[in-house]
């Protein structure tokens, strides 16, 4: 990780957007783009066509996707791309997020507000569910980026205030806080709280990982699936699950 590389990427793209669009208008994807520079400083190693499909970065060490939502768009290319080479998959998370407020209809712009909510690691499991099929494969891995961004939001929402229900306009990245790597089976028990007990239920995921219960669920099915837990029983109504200590790669 390098957090002043990572500073002038956010620097570079943010005043490049602010050239093409205009003073206080940001472009499309920062964060994307951002991404893509950090990771890949050779823009010449930008968007390669692989066969029907573009990658975001061809290189030396195979291919990264960056990835910053809705994980069901990959499952084409990852088809693809995984019987070529390694594919390294870029999904960053806010850390610590700050919103800004766009109000259209007047032009105003709401100074930044902490949210309450403090990201984790663990809200990988609901994108990696939608490429469950591709986590096993020998050249598939992962790259989970927690960042702190600030996040602007449009008054479009169908509440009184015009916020639940309202529609992202952009996020900017502010600093880099951590890189976790996945890059084999065993990698995924750093997706798995440090305190879990070695025999543990979706409850016990659920309250150590501030997930709710669904994602929890979620969370086991991925580790279940990839070998680093086991199901070994029930305790109550739920399953109970077994850390697996055995090494065994994909």
């Known amino acids: 990780m390098n957090k002043q590389r990572f500073l002038e990427c956010c620097e570079m793209i943010i005043n490049s957007n602010r050239e093409k669009c205009g003073i206080g208008t940001l472009g499309e994807k920062t964060l994307h783009a951002v991404l893509k520079h950090y990771f890949e400083p050779y823009t010449a190693n930008h968007e390669v066509r692989m066969g029907s499909f573009v990658a975001d970065i061809v290189g030396e060490n195979g291919i990264v996707e960056i990835q910053t939502g809705n994980f069901n768009k990959l499952r084409k290319k990852l088809e693809t791309f995984l019987e070529v080479t390694t594919v390294t998959v870029v999904y960053p998370i806010p850390s610590t997020k700050w919103i800004v407020w766009i109000d259209d209809s007047t032009g105003e712009v709401t100074d930044k507000r902490k949210s309450t909510k403090k990201g984790s690691p663990y809200e990988a499991f609901f994108e990696l569910y939608k490429i469950k099929s591709f986590l096993t494969h020998h ?7 927690m960042i ?5 939001r449009k008054l479009d929402g169908w509440s009184e205030d015009r916020k639940k229900g309202s529609s992202r306009y952009e996020r900017i990245p502010v600093e880099i806080i ?18 879990m007990p070695k025999n543990f239920t979706s409850k016990d995921f659920k309250k150590l990982s501030a997930l709710n219960l669904k994602k ?5 099915n991925i ?8 199901q070994i029983g029930k305790d109550g109504r739920l399953h109970l699950y ?3 200590a055995e090494y065994v790669t994909f």
Not at 139 to 145: A, E, K, P, Q
Not at 216 to 220: E, F, R, S
């Open 139 to 145: 050249n598939f891995r992962l790259c989970i980026v």
């Open 148 to 152: 702190d961004i600030i996040e602007y």
């Open 178 to 195: 951590d890189e976790i790597y996945i890059d084999n089976k065993w990698d995924f028990e750093k997706l798995i709280p440090q305190d």
């Open 216 to 220: 929890a669920q979620t969370a086991m």
């Open 223 to 230: 580790l279940q699936y990839v070998g680093v837990i086991k």
């Open 242 to 244: 077994e850390k697996q």
